[in-house]
């Protein structure tokens, strides 16, 4: 496959998004922007297309000519299921669809940990949780992401669409809770894992955790780093002052002591 050059970013005037639009340029892609909110402050390089995932005919033409898509869009946080149906299970499918009618070879796809919220975070000394560890949706946006792997596998299965399915942990530009010094993403190594999935090689159907380098990490990178990922941060220089304000983790609470955190007991609900 030729090392991809124009990428579909859905999602792109949400928050990964917008750090993405930043960083991804330099890596050498041009960016066609995907949303169905306006897209603030567009640059001359940026066509904007403003849609909801719902209009297949939209998304067939914004995927039209791509090298590749990164699928950002949808609801990121716990919602009705009507809602979490609509736009992240029949959204995403009909993002597939749009890919295979229009001959588009890979895609990036935003997964999240919350696919596997209520695995339990590993105590000192236990193994790393492993890439192949079995799902275990904290949520009805969990379980979205868990069908968006799973229909990432059956593209690949059936019609040769090539995906990595990234788990994110938390991509924002710093950690904010002691839990995320475990599943943070800087927003550079978030571009980086991005490169390296567009452009590894025959990845078939990839999943693989998003993260940093980080001292206090909970999750396996080792299939991202097989990627070609090399992970640069590391949350530990914020944890003495996240610390000292909110306390360690205590493992007995489910709140503190599973990978999905506060997903598994009080999700934060979209707003809209
Ligand atoms: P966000 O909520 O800031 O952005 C999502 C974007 O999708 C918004 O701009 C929204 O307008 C758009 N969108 C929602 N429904 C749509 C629809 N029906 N049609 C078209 N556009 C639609 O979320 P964020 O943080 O930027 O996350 C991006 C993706 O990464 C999401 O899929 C999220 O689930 C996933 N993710 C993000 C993590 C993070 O730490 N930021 C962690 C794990 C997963
Ligand atoms: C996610 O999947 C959400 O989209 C994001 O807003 C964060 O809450 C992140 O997980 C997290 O677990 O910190």
Redesign the pocket.
């Known amino acids: 496959m030729p090392a991809p050059r124009s990428v579909l970013l ?10 993405m639009r930043d960083l991804l340029p330099s890596y050498g892609y041009t960016l066609r922007l ?4 306006p ?1 603030e402050g567009a640059r001359d390089t940026e066509e904007v297309v403003t ?5 297949r005919a939209a998304l067939r033409e914004a995927v039209s000519g791509m090298d590749a898509v990164i ?7 716990e919602s009705s299921f009507e809602k979490i149906l ?3 299970i029949e ?1 995403t499918h009909h993002l597939y669809e749009a890919v295979r009618e229009e001959g588009v070879p890979r895609v990036v796809l ?5 696919a596997v919220g209520f695995t339990p975070a590993p105590r000192e000394g236990e193994p790393l949780i492993p890439v192949d560890t079995p799902r275990r949706p904290d949520t009805f ?1 969990g379980l ?2 868990a069908f968006g792997e799973d229909l990432a596998q059956l593209y690949w299965d059936r019609h040769g669409v090539e995906t990595v399915s ?7 530009p710093e950690p904010t809770t002691v839990r995320m010094l475990s ?1 943070w ?1 800087s927003p550079a190594d978030g571009a980086r894992l991005f490169h390296a999935a567009l452009t590894a090689e025959d990845v078939g159907h990839t999943v693989v955790h ?1 993260s940093s380098a980080n001292t206090r990490l909970w999750w396996d990178l080792s299939s991202a780093r097989a990627l070609g990922y090399e992970p640069k941060d590391d949350s530990e220089p914020y944890a003495a002052k996240l610390v000292a304000e909110q306390g360690e983790l205590d493992p007995s609470n489910p709140e503190q002591g599973l990978l999905g955190g506060h997903f598994t007991t009080n999700p934060p609900i ?1 707003p ?1």
């Not at 995907?34 to 909110?37: E, R």
């Not at 935003?110 to 919350?114: D, G, K, L």
């Open positions: 859905t999602g792109a005037a949400g928050g990964l998004g917008t750090l995907f949303d169905v909110m897209v849609a909801d995932l719902a209009d699928h950002l869009a949808g609801i990121s946080l609509r736009a992240n959204g935003a997964s999240s940990n919350h946006y979205s992401k990234v788990r994110i942990g938390s991509c924002f599943v993403m998003g979209w809209h």
